[in-house]
């Protein structure tokens, strides 16, 4: 069994990650966005916080910018699992 924590919240992750019993994190941009901080600086905050991995969604909603943002988010840390939405591009 592996634990991931669904948060946005780096203390909640750091103390989780203290435990030694986080394997990962999953986040959103929804997530993120409650934090009132930069989504691209929280995500790589999380990535140095933990050695799992780091599953970090998209915002964009066309293929282009979704590719754009994939690439710069694999780019933060070599622990990012880069999520897409399944929907029809409008």
């Known amino acids: 069994m592996k634990f991931f924590v669904d948060t946005a919240d780096t203390e909640e992750i750091r103390e989780l990650a203290d435990t030694g019993l986080l394997d990962g994190v999953t986040t959103n941009p929804s997530l993120i966005a409650k934090t009132g901080r930069d989504f691209f600086t929280v995500i790589q905050e999380i ?9 970090a969604e998209v915002a964009a909603r066309d293929f282009e910018t979704m590719l754009e943002e994939g690439k710069r988010l694999a780019g933060l840390a070599e622990n990012v699992a880069v999520k897409v939405p399944l929907t029809r591009e409008r």
């Open 47 to 55: 990535c140095g916080l933990i050695d799992g991995p780091v599953s």
